[in-house]
């Protein structure tokens, strides 16, 4: 029933330009691997991949509530730190943790955005932005459960499950590829569900959604759980790939870097998350940027897109391209 | 048979009484229009009874059962639809996917209905459109569509005919009765008399959150202190 509506009421075209991309992405993330490329580049694309599982979680968000959450670097934390946990006090195997991370992120997020999600804008961004402060004052000062400062050692690697073995880092970029790739298409299945088109409605008119019988606060809770879950993903593979996790790498600065890179890449369109991850992790390191310049090259990036091109860079690639297609349909 | 019943229905805001102790009956399959000059409660009264609002004292109640302050998407799919001052719609989406909403809120829809309403609402030929690209009138038919999406037995209006010119309003007047035929009660808010008059098969009047005055449009136009209050001795 939910199909003939969509394609009778849809007008949407074949969106050729993304599909094309994804296959490219897809291609070149399996292939890298079986290459001669640096152990550096392979680091990279791992990372991109971690950071792209954030980022796509934080953008169903927004697409949902129309929110930006300070509190998705808090909650990779929580996926970290339970794998962590688990893995050095319960001697649990990443492929038990992984899903455990996920479930214990999204359930924080729930009970995050349960309270959080009914305020809006500014409001919702101080909540999530305290939610964040709390986690890490608490990773910080809690030693007897999590090392306080020093952080916590992961010394081993995960087990081989069937054919999938997590040895080396191209293991590591197969894999987490393939998590995204996962991830990215599971939110595209939910979007064409009457969840994702109940979320639709909510982004687009919160007040008519509840007139039209959505319960909003349902909803908008669930996606943060879904959100929250890809956080907990990507905080279960860098425990396992990084080795190693402390507070600061998962503070409200963390939360509010996965805001710029969504930013960046664009907001309203599939491919922003991935190509604003790739921006935010590969110029740092094309230009040999220390940490500190790193932050300084992100907020000048964040500074030049928002006046230059406020919708990301996505967006305004589309733009001109369709810009240059009118010049040359006038030329003809 | 009444179908809604309000008690003593009262809403305060920081201690003024937005509505104030109201009592209406509104039986089933009936249009009852809402009038009154601005500020007498009328879309006070709207959110209260759809849900947007929590009374402070008093009682709705909706087919037998008392319902003040539930959630409106639990009003929803008691039966209970509305529509705005303004002209809403999901800007971004198309007609088509503007009415599907209901259906993938509530399993009372189904899809098989969508092209009934909008065929019903005069808005077949615009599914493919984006909602906002459509002109002010079928803006305010959209917000009917959807509303008539969620299969209400009561259906708010709040002001549909605001804005609209005469043709508009005259096909507008057409669906609302329409709707009662098909047996659906209609509740109506509207500042444009002779919109209301002639479809309304009763009319309240509303002055300052209390109820001024009940009866058919005859006695409406005939009524001293209506006259007074609200449509003054030019309109007499």
Known sequence: ?332 | MSLLQLTNLTKRFRGIAAVDGLELSVKENEILAIVGPNGSGKTTLFNLISGFLKPSAGEIIFDGAQIGGERPDRLVRRGIARTFQQAMSFPQLTVYENVAIPMYASERSSSTDIDRILSKCGLQGVSRHQASTLPYGKQRKLGIAIALATRPRLLLLDEPGAGLGDDAATELSALIRDLRDEGRTVLLIDHEMPFVLPIADRVVVMESGRKLFEGTSDDLVADPRVIEVYLGHDFA
């Open chain 1, 1 to 332: 029933m939910s199909e003939i509506v969509v394609s009778q009421g849809s007008s949407r075209r074949i969106p050729w330009l993304s599909i094309g991309f994804y296959l490219a992405i897809v291609a070149l993330g399996f292939a890298v691997p079986q290459t001669l490329v640096s152990a550096r580049i392979v680091h990279l694309c791992v990372l991109i991949c971690i950071y792209g599982l954030l980022v796509y979680g934080l953008g169903f968000l927004y697409e949902a509530a129309g929110q930006l959450s300070v509190a998705h670097g808090a909650l990779w934390g929580i996926g970290a730190y339970t794998t962590a946990l688990l893995t050095l006090n319960a001697g649990w195997t990443f492929w038990i943790c992984l899903p455990t991370a996920m479930v214990t992120a999204a359930l924080f997020a729930g009970l995050l955005g349960y309270p959080s999600l009914r305020v809006k804008g500014h409001y919702f961004l101080i909540v999530t932005f305290a939610f964040a402060e709390i986690l890490q004052t608490i990773n910080t000062n809690w030693r007897g459960f999590t090392n306080g400062d020093t952080g916590l050692v992961i010394a081993v690697a995960p087990p081989p499950l069937g054919p999938i073995s997590l040895q080396s880092r191209a293991d590591w970029l197969v894999f987490s590829f393939a998590l995204l790739v996962l991830g990215i298409g599971v939110l595209a299945i939910l979007r064409r569900l009457p969840f994702g088109r109940r979320l639709s409605a909510i982004r687009e008119n919160e007040t008519l959604a509840r007139a039209a019988g959505v319960n909003t606060v349902r909803d908008k809770v669930l996606a943060f759980m879904i959100s929250g879950a890809y956080a907990g993903a990507a905080g279960a593979c860098w425990a396992y790939y990084q080795h190693y996790v402390n507070p600061h790498q998962f503070d409200s600065h963390s939360g509010i870097e996965l805001i710029l890179m969504l930013l960046i890449g664009g907001i309203k369109t599939t491919l922003g998350p991935i190509v604003g991850v790739i921006v935010a992790i590969c110029l740092p390191d094309l230009f040999g940027f220390s940490a500190a310049q790193n932050e300084i090259a992100l907020g000048v990036a964040f500074i030049a897109i928002i006046l230059l091109m406020p919708e990301g860079i996505v967006t305004f690639a589309q733009k001109l391209i369709h810009r240059l297609r009118l010049i040359n349909v006038r030329e003809l």
